[in-house]
């Protein structure tokens, strides 16, 4: 302990200067922070540092949201309070739905989950899949005392992944007495209730020797389905328009022709939702467009008549329960020894449903003597084949058995064709993912000698999921029980099997059919951590600049990293091309990977000046680390800055870093199998025919098509054609290395109570970057640019790339580069109104400067700096928060201003929508406007043990925009806008009470 007001000096103002950098810090909270400090002065470390010194100030900017600033927002969900941040952009969440992982990930400037490390008390958390992601959902979030995000590479300090930086919660270490609380929220439509209880104990032990914390809770959210907002009842066609104007007007969808219903069905032309639809449509594997059509209601074939609506069963908001308990304890063993240990457990269940199965893309060899085909398409079918077989399009041995061997296609052939069927019988396709996670830390730290501590420890923490897969079809049985030609049995002998009849409209399924036809599949996933972790630091009084007073201060570790992943698919989701579940986006092969690494890692301060003129104090900062993988083999990493104070009211901190992450498990252990990405059009297929030329066309040929084949195949499905995933065990990625530099500075002053202002730029700039190329680049790149590296890449069945085993390889490889740039500003103040008590005021406000990647040098770079697409998710240039509280003796109102700025669609992709032959782009979903949301909250302390609370998000019922559905990626663009960036679910209320003794 140091008794000095010197360093009691020091400590207050880090208290402004190493916090000061949020726009969300309570100021009420940071007086009786300086007033303690006055007291009581200890050694202190703050969130990018090990180094624990009196006054620790970071050279890196850091936001603190301290746990009254998170009470105002009454959130349970602490990836919904980092979301409302400028500085973050929403990752995996309750408004993702397809796509979602049933996770929720924080997405640090906009550079990926998986750039953003996420810590407990300066400590890893365990990741809930083979990714290497954090699921939020198991922070105990009445026990955070506050959260802090550095900005920029932190691997100096903590090792691989913190590229964007690091998201630290801090969690209350002496907590005493017992604090209950309940909170419920739900919208004005009435739905999407949440509840939440959480009972909190604490005590410190005997003679003050140490302190134990217990934290339980519960929370359960409820659905909210696309179909209960009216955005998101019908499909809106991002091309053409399609369903807009019935969205406008408050109308139903447009019914297709008459003979051509069935449930959420929509006009072919005038409707908007996928071709899989009811009734099925037929297509000859390879025979082009002539030989695809639609069935009738009465099982007859004519052109194509309708689509089918999926966004109703699709959720707004994801159904999740949750059981989480943390113990925190501490002990001094004696004055220089302290033990201490922290235990999690979390249960967490999340719901994610879309619309029902059918067979998609699939391809079924089917004999034309089966009777359930009527009579009219049985001789539709046979006509079709002969006239494909006459143009060149259809050959025995291909997509045509001529079991007779007339050199006809009859009634006694087989077909290979795509019946695409929405089972519709089957129900809504659901994946329920269940996960239990624990993470236990022991450890000791205290006094080596003198000044000198250490800290060593050991923690373990393990993720079991069981993610359970229902509603879909079993397309190994459906083509079992398309194989008949007595409508009684099947083919293969199986007793069990039953006929099935696709083709007609809705009940020609019945009940005996769905019940063969459909497939229940599971998957489990584990996922294990392991560090080990030895840090001592203190001051090398040789090593002092004289006149200073004050020494280098050092800090020196070693620590041990395991990290293994596990994926076990059952034998269903094994089957190629695409598992034996209909729409189920590919198959799953198991995964068993990990790797090991050890690190050595170094960090120095050194006072250059304190008490000078014009240096009140002067501090260089400096770290090193370097890491053995047996995965890449030996990285190193480092930092170099200085945090000069002028005067005292001014502090001015610069900090250059090179910041590193290994590719995770599912990077370097994922074996090929087949998915589906975003692309805009098949420039090979029909939707393009009038604008193939000589060059494309042989671009076409080389790519796996007849010459009769191109512009003849059906354009992609619903914006997605498939791919060809997984890691290439011949190229696997490296690293990927960042650079990253922030300056700025922070000021305070008296003449307002409490204010500072803080301004600090940031240049985050990533090289070899892991990811995948998108489908749309490497079509991109081979038909536009004639590439044959990437036309290699392309691999067609029949000519098409939406038939299953076809697809275009998206291995996981070290792509060029990707860049975040920009300045991010704080301000906070208070006003006293004297006898009408006190006004806080704080803003933060970030301005990105550029935000672009580049996938490899023959690509064109994407500017994401104020764009939406299918390759950036929404990035607004200019976001902030301002928070306005007004306190009056046991009253508390306090209102939050959100706003975004406008955002246009990707420059290249609306270039390659709306060129000659592109599938156009709607004029009104070009941009979205500036978006602002004002939430309400307010509370009233009731005695000494008794505090309610009350709030309303979006106050004024600001509406999400309109897009459509195809303006971005699957995961974020979803229900015609980004619910996941806007609010979707109209005006929110929420209430609490919380007792505390």
Known sequence: MYISSKVARAVKLALIFGTASTALLTPTSLLAEEAQAEQEVERIAVTGSRIRRPGAVSASPILSMDSEEMSYMQEPEVEKVLRVLPGTTPGDGSN??????GAATVNLRGLEPERSLVLMNGRRLVP???????????????????????????SAVYGSDAIAGAVNFIMKNNFEGVALEYNFSETEEGDGTRDTISLTLGSNLEDGRGNV???????????????DRDLGLLGIDTASGAGYEQFQNGEPPVDPVAGCGGPNTVDFVQGSGSTTSIPTRFAIVGAGAAASGQFRDDGTIGEECSRFNFNPFNFYQTPQERYSATAIAHYDINDDVRAYTTFNYSKVRVDAQVAPSGTFGASFDLPLANPLIGDQARQWMIDAGNTALGNGLLEDGGSWNDVNGNGVVDSEDYLTVQLRRRTAELGARTELYDTDQFQILAGFEGTLYEDWGFDISYQYGESNRVTTRGGYTNLTNVQNALDSVDGVTCANGDTNCVPINLFGGFGTITDEMAAYAQAIALQTQRYEQTVAQLVIDGPIEFIEV??????????????????????????CLKLAPASCQGGAGGNLLPISGGYKADEIFFEGILPIFDGAEYADTLDLEFGYRAADYDSVGNVSTWKLGFSWRPVDDLLIRVMQQSATRAPNVGEIASPVVTGLDNALQDPCSVANAANIDDTLRQLCISTGMTDAQVGQVQDVISGQINSIDGSDPANLPSEEEADTFTAGFVWSSDFLDDFTITVDYYDIDIDDVIGEFTAQEVLDACYINGLASECAKINRIGGDLTVAGSGVELFTTNLKNQKAEGIEVGVNFNVKLGDMGDLALSANINKYLTHEKQASDVQPVIDCNGYFGTSCDPVSELRWVQRTTWSYEDFTVSLLWRHMSSIEVEPFQYAAATAEGGPGYFDAFKKIDSADYVDLFASYHYGDHMKFTFGVDNLFEEDPPVVGGEAGSTQYNSGNTFPSNYDVLGRLYKVGVKFEF
């Open 96 to 101: 993702a739905n397809n796509g979602t992982a």
């Open 128 to 154: 809930f899949n083979y990714d290497g992601q954090v699921d939020t959902a198991t922070i105990p979030t009445a026990l955070v005392d506050r959260v802090d995000l550095v900005t920029g590479g932190a």
């Open 213 to 227: 914390a217990v934290s339980a809770s519960w929370m359960s959210r409820e659905a909210i389905m696309l179909g």
């Open 546 to 571: 004289p006149g200073v007073g004050e020494p280098l201060s050092i800090s020196i570790g070693f620590e041990h990293r395991q990290e293994k992943g596990t994926l076990t698919p059952d034998e």
